[in-house]
Antibody, heavy 122, light 108 residues
């Protein structure tokens, strides 16, 4: 069965960096686009970034563009999110989610991980 | 940027039908997906491409998308359907995923 397991979250100081990961199993990792979506405590879902099946294209939310970088290692079935210049407003549960397509055309997110919590203190 | 608007809350009695709306300019030109999130759990896609149901989602869940409004309809509502529901599209103009603000479904 499809599994997405996020890791690497923690408590960090404002202005610092953190890299979180999403390990995938149960499907052909290199055939699907993947997304990061975050949820601040008590709030709704906020899309963060997406990367195509081969890593050749990626897109970002305006709130993280220039600070966050999404990447993937298809040989390790792992998705990454490098987060730089973190701010208190980045505090959230970060989910990875699988797209139904290899490239982003309609962004149907059919499987979600359980999330990893990132807390940015001021 | 593209905006999706959902009512903050909807209440329904068990056995009745719940309709959760998602409004956006000409949203019918986009594919709308719906996600259910129960407290303390990850989201779960319940409708994709406006009206398709993933494997395992009960037939009580259906979706439509016309004009400026997409609707998630839950028939014969059960206590276990109580959750937050989010609509979502891909905004190809800005290359962004857009989520609605979410609707809390309360089963009375």
């Amino acid at each position: 069965q499809v599994q997405l397991v996020e890791s690497g979250g923690g408590v960090v100081q404002s202005g610092t960096s953190l890299r979180i990961s999403c390990a995938a199993s149960g499907f052909t990792f290199g055939s699907y686009a993947l997304h990061w979506v975050r949820q601040a405590p008590g709030k709704g879902l906020e899309w963060v970034a997406v990367i195509s099946y081969d890593g050749s294209s990626s897109y970002y939310a305006d709130s993280v563009k220039g600070r966050f970088t999404v990447s993937r290692d298809n040989s390790k079935s792992t998705l990454y999110l490098q987060m730089n210049s973190l701010r208190p407003e980045d505090t959230a549960l970060f989910y990875c989610a699988r797209d139904t397509d290899a490239t982003v055309t309609n962004a149907a997110l059919d499987y979600w991980g359980q999330g990893t919590l990132v807390t940015v203190s001021s | 940027s593209y905006l999706l608007t959902q009512p903050p809350s909807v209440s329904v009695a068990p056995g009745k039908t719940a309709a959760i709306t998602c409004e956006g300019i000409n949203v019918a030109s986009k594919s709308v997906h719906w996600h259910q999130q129960k407290p303390g759990q990850a989201p779960l896609m319940v409708i994709y491409y406006n009206g398709d149901r993933p494997s395992g989602v009960p037939e009580r869940f259906s979706g439509s998308n016309f004009g400026n409004t997409a609707t998630l309809t839950i028939s014969r509502v059960e206590a276990g359907d109580e959750a937050d529901y989010f609509c979502q599209v891909w905004d190809s103009t800005n290359d962004h995923v857009v989520f609605g603000g979410g609707t809390k479904l309360t089963v009375l």
